[in-house]
C-alpha cells in the first residue's frame, strides 16, 4: 500500500486555509497527512523556524496561505508576505517538493478580464499588501527559472466562504451590512468583480498537485467564471436579512472620498498624541468599490481542471453564508439587528423582484434532476 503524504499547510487558522485543512481532513484522512503548525509554532517571519520544522517533517509538499494583517506595516508585510514565501520556497526546493503559493488579485491593475500576466509594475507607492505579494510572485517566478523551483501560484480575487474569523474582504462588507453600518451605496452602478469560492479551491490545490507536468511554473487566476455587480450583491444580501438599508443611493466616488480624506486627517491627529487610530478596513479598499476589477478565467478553463461545482456562486452560497455568519456573529454579540426568525417569503419575493437569475442559479445548484427517489420506486 501506498505510504500517507504529507503536507504542511501554513495559514491554517485563516479563512483560505483553514478550508483546504477541512478538506484534507474529511475527504483524504487515509492518503494525506496534513499538518497545519500554527505561527506560534513555526512562524514564517524566522527562517530558523522554517528549516526546522521542515527538516523534522519532510512533506512531501507545501502550501502557503498565510498573511499578515491587511493594515500591517510595511516591516510585518515584507516579512510575512515577502520573505516568508520565499524561505518555504528555498526549503521546498531544497526537498524536491512541490509549493502551492496563494497570492492575490491586489498585484494586478483595476480592469475587466485581466490575464495572469497583466500584473501591476512594482512601485513605492502600492499598499504594503499588494507591494509585498507582487513581490513573492516575481521572486518565486525567477527561483523557477533559475533554480529549479516547482511552484505553482494560485491567484485568488474576493474569497467567499466560511470560518472568517478574521471578518475580512467580503464577509467585512457583508458584516456592514448586518450591522446596518452602510446608509447607502458607496459603489458606483455596474461595478464588476470577479470572485473566488473557498469551497472549491481545494479541489483545485489537490488537481495541481497530481499534476505537476501541466501546472509546475504557472500562475492561475482562480475565480468563478461570472464577475458580479457589487451593488446587485449588497442590495440581494440586504433583502435576504430584510434590513430597510443600505438605501439604493449610490453615493458618488468624490464625496465618499472626501468624507475618507477627512477621517484619514481625524487619525493622524489623534495618533499624534499618542492613540492608536487606524481606517476601518472597509475603507482602505473604498476605491476598489467604485472600480471594477474581473480576472480572466480563460487560463484556468483551458486547463485539465474541471469545476467541481459549476453551478455554484457566491449568489448560491449566500442563504447558507447568512445563517452561519450572522448566527456567530449574534452569539459572539457582535451584532444585534439579527431577527432570529427571517421571513423567508419575504426575501425570496424581493429578490424575485431585483435578482431573478440568483433565484435561477440556485434552483439549478441544489438540483433539476428527476427526483431520484420517486425513479427508484418506478424501476
Ligand atoms: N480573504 C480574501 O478575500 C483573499 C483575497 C485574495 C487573496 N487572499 C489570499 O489568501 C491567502 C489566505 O488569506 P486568508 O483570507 O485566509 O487570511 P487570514 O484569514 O487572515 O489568515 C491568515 C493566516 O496566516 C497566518 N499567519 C500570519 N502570520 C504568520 C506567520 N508569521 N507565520 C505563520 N503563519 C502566519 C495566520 O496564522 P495565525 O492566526 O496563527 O497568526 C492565519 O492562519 C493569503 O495569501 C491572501 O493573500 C485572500
Redo the contacts with the bound molecule.
Keep these: 500500500m501506498e505510504s500517507k503524504k504529507i503536507g504542511v499547510l501554513?495559514?491554517?487558522?485563516?479563512?483560505?486555509?483553514?478550508t483546504i485543512v477541512n478538506f484534507y481532513k474529511t475527504r483524504f484522512p487515509d492518503t494525506v497527512d496534513i499538518r497545519a503548525p500554527?505561527?506560534?509554532k513555526?512562524?514564517?517571519?524566522e527562517e530558523s523556524d522554517i528549516r526546522r520544522y521542515m527538516t523534522d517533517v519532510k512533506p512531501d509538499f507545501i502550501i502557503?496561505?498565510?498573511?499578515?494583517?491587511l493594515g500591517s506595516d510595511g516591516e510585518l508585510a515584507y516579512?510575512?508576505?515577502y520573505l516568508?514565501p520565499v524561505n518555504l520556497a528555498r526549503a521546498a526546493n531544497a526537498l524536491n517538493i512541490p509549493f502551492i503559493h496563494?497570492?492575490?488579485?491586489?498585484t494586478l491593475p483595476c480592469g475587466e478580464n485581466l490575464r495572469e500576466e497583466d500584473t501591476l509594475p512594482l512601485s513605492p507607492h502600492l499598499s504594503n499588501y499588494a507591494k509585498s505579494?507582487l513581490m513573492a510572485e516575481l521572486t518565486l517566478r525567477r527561483m523557477a527559472e533559475t533554480e529549479g523551483l516547482d511552484y505553482t501560484c494560485i491567484r485568488?480575487?474576493?474569497?467567499y466562504g466560511a470560518h472568517?474569523?478574521?471578518i475580512?474582504?467580503?464577509h467585512r462588507l457583508f458584516f456592514s451590512i448586518a450591522d446596518e453600518s452602510m446608509p447607502a451605496l458607496f459603489t458606483k452602478k455596474h461595478t464588476l468583480h470577479s470572485y473566488?469560492n473557498a469551497r472549491k479551491l481545494p479541489f483545485f490545490i489537490r488537481h495541481v498537485l497530481a499534476n505537476r507536468a501541466e501546472f509546475s511554473g504557472q500562475t492561475y487566476n482562480f475565480v468563478d467564471r461570472n464577475p458580479v455587480d457589487l451593488a446587485t450583491l449588497i442590495l440581494t444580501i440586504k433583502s435576504y436579512l430584510q434590513l430597510n438599508q443600505p438605501k439604493e443611493i449610490y453615493i458618488p466616488y468624490w464625496l465618499a472620498h472626501s468624507g475618507k480624506e477627512c477621517l484619514d486627517i481625524l487619525l493622524r491627529l489623534l495618533r499624534r498624541i499618542g492613540l492608536k487610530a487606524t481606517l476601518p478596513p472597509e475603507l482602505m479598499f473604498l476605491d476598489n468599490f467604485y472600480k471594477p476589477q474581473t480576472l480572466s478565467t480563460q487560463k484556468l478553463r483551458e486547463s485539465s481542471f474541471v469545476d467541481p461545482m459549476p453551478e455554484e456562486t457566491i449568489f448560491t452560497r449566500l442563504p447558507e453564508l447568512v445563517v452561519y455568519y450572522l448566527t456567530r456573529w449574534s452569539h459572539e454579540n457582535l451584532i444585534s439587528t439579527f431577527r432570529e426568525t427571517l421571513d423567508r417569503d419575504r426575501s425570496i419575493g424581493h429578490i424575485f423582484s431585483h435578482n431573478p437569475e440568483h433565484l435561477i442559479d440556485s434552483v439549478h445548484s441544489r438540483g433539476i434532476g428527476p427526483f431520484p427517489d420517486m425513479q427508484k420506486k418506478l424501476d
Design positions: 501554513i495559514g491554517g487558522s485563516g479563512l483560505v486555509g483553514g500554527s505561527s506560534k513555526m512562524s514564517i517571519r502557503n496561505a498565510a498573511m499578515a494583517g516579512a510575512v508576505n516568508g496563494i497570492s492575490s488579485s491586489a505579494k485568488l480575487a474576493i474569497v472568517d474569523h478574521k475580512q474582504g467580503f473566488s
